[in-house]
């Protein structure tokens, strides 16, 4: 399997994209959560002007975000600066809209964006429209400016949702997610997109990759899966799915009873409520940043189970084979402890 690196968007995020290529990663992805993190495209620029063979991403843009003609422009730019390595992920924003206190986009409209982004980076016109105004419209500046000559990778971000993996299928995308290791629902991603590719002119058979992001510790000998350093190491990952259930009471109330506590002292803790029309401003500062100490009795260890890889290189090996086996051709992992020396354990544990 392949191994990437996702992080933060921010200065300093291309030294570790040129720590990746050195050791040998795949992929260099930055989160698109712009209340929360820095901007992609900036951060994508120079990890550009830094590297020469890693692949890299934005983790993932949505139509409510950015217009079709922003965001393509931004992607045919990175990808002169490094063409034919760009990926993009595209989403309804379920996370950088809720930040905002905003509603994530529709399926739809998401299926519509991506059209959009896939045409006109391919230097082909699409069709746009801003309330009952509809134009083609295509790039108008070639050359240096943009490059859409070499292929940019698209993937479509699903948790669950057959909505987005039928998305990807009809749109001949790839998909991403986050937190999701069961083998058993990549396997029903999959053939959701398998069955809607079959719809479309795309070729069903066609290979398109699939992404998961999670965390990882690998257990020294004798070392307490759920100690501090593990739940330090996976505390963000867990925190951002009790963050979307306090902000959900619909999903919290899908939850057992003691993710369901944790969610609730979550809200105690962050002085607000599910229904607070600001709660927004108080659950998302540091939103996918390293957990501070006082939190860590909110990493669950059904939940770092569930959403991360924590055991000794054998155990993590067959978690990883299984994933491999249900289509997954990249495993990414978000470093928030020591990155370097994290990549480089996810680098020592898959070659």
Not at 40 to 54: G, M, N, W, Y
Not at 114 to 123: F, H, N
Not at 295 to 323: C, E, F, H, K, Q
Request: with cysteine; net charge negative.
């Amino acid at each position: 399997m392949r191994t990437g690196v996702i992080v933060a968007a921010h200065p300093g995020a291309e030294d570790l994209a040129v720590r990746a290529e050195e050791m040998g990663l795949h992929s260099f992805w930055v989160y698109d959560t712009p209340m929360v993190h820095g901007d992609p495209f900036v951060a994508l620029s120079l990890c550009a002007k830094a590297t020469s063979r890693i692949r890299l991403g934005i983790g993932v843009t949505s139509p409510a975000l950015r217009s079709a003609p922003a965001a393509a422009s931004g992607l045919a730019s990175l990808n002169a600066l490094a063409p034919g390595r760009i990926i993009c992920g595209v989403g309804t924003g379920n996370t950088a809209r809720r930040s905002l206190g905003m509603r994530p986009s529709t399926a739809a409209r998401l299926e519509n964006f991506t059209a959009a982004l896939q045409d006109l980076c391919a230097g082909r016109s699409t069709e746009y429209r801003e309330g009952d105004r509809v134009r083609d419209i295509r790039f108008l500046h070639t050359g240096a400016h943009v490059n859409t000559a070499d292929p940019i990778e698209f993937v479509v971000a699903a948790l669950l949702g057959p909505k987005a993996a039928a998305v990807a299928g009809r749109r001949g995308t790839g998909l991403i997610s986050v937190g999701l290791l069961d083998p058993t629902a990549w396997h029903a991603l999959h053939d959701a997109r398998r069955h809607a590719a079959q719809t479309t002119p795309h070729d069903p058979d066609s290979h398109t990759d699939s992404y998961v992001v999670t965390s990882l510790h690998v257990l020294d000998e004798d070392e307490d899966p759920h100690g501090d350093p593990a739940r330090d190491a996976t505390g963000h990952l867990v925190m951002s799915l009790l963050t979307f259930a306090a902000d959900t009471p619909a999903f919290a109330e899908q939850l057992g009873p003691e993710e369901g506590e944790a969610v609730r002292r979550l809200l105690d803790r962050r002085g607000t409520t599910s229904t607070a029309p600001d709660r927004h401003t108080k659950l998302y500062p540091n939103y996918l940043g390293r957990i501070a100490p006082q939190d860590r009795d909110l990493v669950l260890p059904s939940l770092m189970n569930t959403l991360a890889l924590v055991g000794t290189r054998d155990d993590l090996l067959v978690r990883i084979t299984a994933l491999e086996q249900a289509g997954i051709d990249e495993l990414l992992i978000q470093p928030v402890i020591d990155p370097p020396t994290e990549m480089a354990q996810l680098a020592k544990l898959l070659t």
